[in-house]
């Protein structure tokens, strides 16, 4: 069964950080290139980060360029995304999402709840 | 990186067949034919509906049909049914730079 499980969420005061980790089975995970998206409470989908298959190229959108990284280990299966200096609009489900082809999202992981507070 | 436009909701009765627009730029969905669509239901994962503006995943009903012009894209469901009603959200591949984006999402209801 292909599947995406992510973890790592949790409450975190702003400034803090936290590490999202995705563990990926079911397909050849070296093979796609992966992302992470996220969606605030009641509000629409964001495109976070993304990393091609080898791991060679990363991208950010503008809103976390700076503070979040993305990486990923094939030898593991597993795609990560450190986040530092967490703000309040950074509180959202984050989800590990796999690019089938050309920016289009075949499978999804249930999210991982990072919540920003003092 | 401006997230593309969708109407807030559109609605039709059982039977009937609603589109919904996404509009970007030349610079996303007008300069390449990756525009995806997904459905979500509340409080689950989104699921993809449609890629390559016109394609069908497996296990997808053709219902559901895509199409661009110029630098809008659009989603058709026909034969509205009781399940279509959740959101759904288009999305471009946006260049090296831009990468994805996504729509600010659609709320479609049947009534």
């Known amino acids: 069964e292909v599947q995406l499980v992510e973890s790592g969420g949790g409450l975190v005061q702003p400034g803090g950080s936290l590490r999202l980790s995705c563990a990926a089975s079911g397909f050849t995970f070296s093979s796609h290139d992966m992302n992470w998206v996220r969606q605030a409470p009641g509000k629409g989908l964001e495109w976070v980060s993304g990393i091609t298959a080898s791991g060679g190229s990363t991208y950010y959108a503008d809103s976390v360029k700076g503070r979040f990284a993305i990486s990923r280990d094939n030898s593991k299966s597993m795609l990560y995304l450190q986040m530092n200096s967490l703000r309040a609009e950074d509180m959202a489900l984050y989800y590990c999402a796999k690019d089938q082809v050309h920016a289009s999202f075949d499978v999804w992981g249930q999210g991982t709840m990072v919540s920003v507070s003092s | 990186q401006s997230a593309l436009t969708q109407p807030r909701s559109v609605s039709g009765s059982p039977g009937q067949s609603v589109t919904i627009s996404c509009t970007g730029t030349s610079s996303d969905v007008g300069g390449f034919n990756y525009v995806s669509w997904y459905q979500q239901h509340p409080g689950k994962a989104p699921k993809l509906m449609i890629y390559?503006?016109?394609k069908w995943p497996s296990g997808v009903p053709d219902r559901f049909s895509g199409s661009k012009s110029g630098n809008t894209a659009s989603l058709t469901i026909s034969g509205l049914r009781a399940e279509d009603e959740a959101d759904y959200y288009c999305?471009?591949?946006?260049?090296?730079?831009?990468?994805?984006?996504f729509g600010t999402g659609t709320k479609v209801t049947v009534l």
């Open positions: 999305c471009s591949y946006g260049g090296s730079y831009t990468f994805r984006v």
């Open positions: 390559d503006v016109s």
